[in-house]
């Protein structure tokens, strides 16, 4: 870009790239390469994620919070480092769905991985040019070992797929090969990311007709396309690409009437500030006596995201009116980002240190610490959440207006306040250091700091039960599976060891008491833990709260049920509908004055429980009291769009003594009034009590881990 470089690519051996390894969670093995995209970020295939944190090779749902290993071999040594996904394009079909197992051919399968690197320690990136037909191209094992190289011509591209033929002696592209780069000596440059390989028939000798080492690949420019719908920037370059501006529009017109206002192009300080600006977002200088003109100078503010936060924090310690000047002339344009590159990458450094709990509860957080502007809080990772919030502005409280508190600041506020002192302390400290440079006064922010305490204050009050939750699958007649978290205030922690084991239903009751157990003692509020079963939607109705953990020379029956306030939850029926999350978090909010749907009617038409719900949003509670055919889908529909609060009767008989019981509780008193029925059930009033009472509980304040029920496979 003219005056403004782009860094050269790191020196060394220009016959190859700098080779980086996604490595498998269970066994360190290569799952795959990845190109180096910037100082903590490299960029691989999602199936290759997909491989290393053992799920299925097309899953389409963000690994979250998973954690994976990345290799990065640099001038001296291989370093292995932490890695998450920043930002997550699933494999599709050309249509956009869902990629089979089987499949030849698709696109997207993008993983941008930010991993735990220090600073400077991992090499530059390597330059990228567009893939074109005939290029030789060399790909290499994600091991990086020197004799894996397979030599490769771009036969063809495809709308969007580049088409590879190998030579006959030599590798072969296979297994550990995807998400590595092709490098292409001629250009000294990465062209695109290998994929997959084809496979002749394995069932027949081979043949003279026979398909040998074709391989498809993603084209550099279909990568840059990928990422830029999907908002993310390749190192922090323009993320709408090099758009071309007009010099004659008003904005920039402005824009270059307040960098000749704020820096006079006679003096030195010019090139000397430029020079700075180009350092910090990571470009060479043009020239270290030869300043830019002022249009080029501009218009690199227009083109790089964040320029102007950069110069902004050049100028604000020695001329902050001038600095105030570019910040608003800045503001005119799209492309402009909030935090500068130096600003982004301390507070990526701070996220590390937090805790995974704290971080997993990001969608809870910016819904609270953002609900007066319109943000979408289920962003696919962390990552695509905060960019989210770096574009939106402050959070309208501006009483003399001065600058506003912008949504990411408040956000890091409501952060910190669920961290350790030390975390906070780090934490707060960005927080001021990014206000000081915005221009926004102490009070303002001291304001959402104190909003942000009350908000904690709030939450412990109302979530300080300790929970314990299981997912139970089925393996087989009578037996189960189990994965255990949990949840002391902070977030889910998996606390179970074997999650292959299958049990029995007694076995399964002794498992889950153990765990119980150990935690009912630390319990802040001196109840019981609450027990939030996880199951699919076939299995709403599995009878846990009856599973009995007795064994002989044992006097206690150990029926969990009966002990402990137990739930179902079924996040797959919440997952399935996404569009009414919003719904179900509303509704969740009016759970202490919303409204309750009574059904009754044996006859009723399970769709047409449906329309009642989306004419009553103020429903938050539902109870279902017809026979267990029209029951069970009446049930699957309420989750699905949201309710949180569902009671029935697993058992046949109408009306249900157990679900009229339960009507005369407050909503809030429900967990702990359906043990006591369960416990009278089984005593000598059991008469009196002979409901099997079911409680859908799904609290949209608490999170829930991400559930893996697949196997990884890797083919192509």
């Known amino acids: 870009m003219g005056w403004f470089k782009e860094v050269g690519a790191a020196s060394g051996d220009r016959t190859r790239p700098s080779a980086a390894s996604v490595r498998r969670t269970a066994d360190g093995k290569t799952a795959g390469g990845a190109v180096l995209l910037g100082t903590d970020t490299v960029l691989t295939c999602a199936h290759v994620v997909n491989d290393a944190l053992g799920r299925a090779q097309f899953d389409p749902r963000p690994p979250g919070l998973d954690e994976l290993f990345v290799e990065v071999k640099g001038a001296r040594r291989t370093e292995r480092y932490p890695a998450r996904v920043a930002h997550w394009i699933p494999p599709r079909t050309r249509s956009g769905q869902a990629v089979r197992d089987g499949a030849l051919e698709w696109l997207g399968d993008l993983a941008v991985l930010r991993i735990d690197a220090p600073p400077r320690e991992v090499p530059a990136p390597d330059r990228r040019t567009a893939m074109t037909p005939g290029q030789r191209v060399r790909a290499w094992h994600g091991s990086g070992h020197s004799a894996t190289f397979a030599d490769l011509l771009v036969a063809a591209l495809d709308d969007g797929i580049g088409y590879l033929d190998g030579k006959s002696t030599g590798m072969a592209v296979s297994h550990g090969y995807s998400g590595g780069p092709l490098w292409c000596e001629d250009d000294e440059a990465v062209v695109g990311l290998v994929a997959a390989h084809f496979m002749p028939a394995c069932d027949a000798p081979a043949g003279p007709q026979d398909m040998i080492r074709r391989s498809w690949c993603i084209p550099w420019q279909r990568v840059e396309a990928e990422l830029r719908n999907a908002g993310v920037a390749l190192d922090d370059e323009d993320i709408a690409g090099d758009q071309a501006y007009d010099p004659g529009d008003p904005p920039f017109v402005k824009l270059v009437e307040t960098i000749r206002y704020a820096l006079p192009t006679s003096s030195y300080s010019f090139g000397d500030t430029a020079r700075k600006l180009a350092v910090e977002c990571g470009r060479e200088p043009g020239s270290a006596v030869a300043p830019p003109t002022v249009e080029e100078f501009a218009g690199f503010l227009v083109s790089h995201p964040r320029a102007v936060a950069a110069l902004t924090q050049i100028l604000r310690p020695t001329n902050p009116a001038a600095a105030g000047r570019v910040l608003a002339a800045g503001q005119f344009f799209d492309t402009a980002l909030l935090l500068s590159p130096r600003e982004h990458q301390q507070l990526h450094q701070l996220l590390r240190k937090v805790d995974r709990p704290v ?178 939607q076939d299995n709403l109705n599995l009878p846990v709260d009856e599973w009995a953990a007795q064994a002989p020379g044992e006097i206690i029956p150990g029926m969990l049920g009966a002990e402990y306030p137990l739930v179902v939850h079924c996040p797959e029926l919440l997952r399935r509908h996404e569009r009414f999350l919003p719904d179900w978090r509303e509704r969740w909010r009016q759970l202490d004055s919303g409204q309750t749907l009574v059904v009754s009617d044996p006859a009723q038409d399970p769709t047409q429980v449906y329309y009642e719900l989306m004419g009553r949003l103020d429903t938050v509670r539902v109870s279902v009291d017809v026979p267990p055919g029209p029951r069970d889908r009446i049930v699957q529909i309420c989750l699905a769009v949201g309710i949180p609060v569902v009671v029935w009767d697993r058992g046949r008989d109408t009306p249900s003594h157990a679900v009229k019981h339960m009507a005369e509780l407050a909503t809030r008193e429900l967990p702990d009034g359906v043990r006591v029925y369960r416990a009278n059930a089984r005593g000598s009033r059991a008469p009196d009590f002979p409901g099997r009472p079911v409680l859908a509980w799904a609290d949209a304040d608490r999170t829930v881990p991400r559930l893996h029920l697949t196997d990884p496979q890797e083919s192509a």
Do not use: F, N
């Open 359 to 536: 971080l997993g509860r990001l969608p809870e957080v910016v819904r609270e610490a953002a609900k007066r502007v319109d943000v979408r809080s289920d962003g696919d990772t962390p990552d695509a959440q905060l960019l989210s919030l770096e574009r939106l502005a402050g959070d309208g409280h501006s009483d003399d207006g001065g600058p506003r508190v912008p949504a990411l600041l408040r956000v890091v506020e409501y952060i910190a306040v669920l961290c350790p002192a030390p975390q906070k302390g780090g934490l707060r400290l960005w927080s001021d250091s990014v206000a000081v440079r915005l221009g926004i006064p102490p009070a303002a922010l001291r304001e959402r700091r104190s909003d942000a305490e009350d908000w904690a204050r709030m939450v412990r009050a109302r979530t300080g039960r300790v929970r314990v939750l299981v997912q139970v699958t089925q393996a087989g007649r009578d037996r189960h599976r189990l994965r255990i978290w949990c949840d002391e205030g902070s977030g889910p922690r998996q606390v179970s060891a074997d999650s292959s084991a299958a049990h029995t239903a007694s076995e399964a009751a002794r498992e889950l008491l153990r765990v119980l157990e150990s935690l009912t003692s630390s319990a802040s509020d001196g109840g019981r833990p609450l027990v939030e079963v996880l199951v699919d």
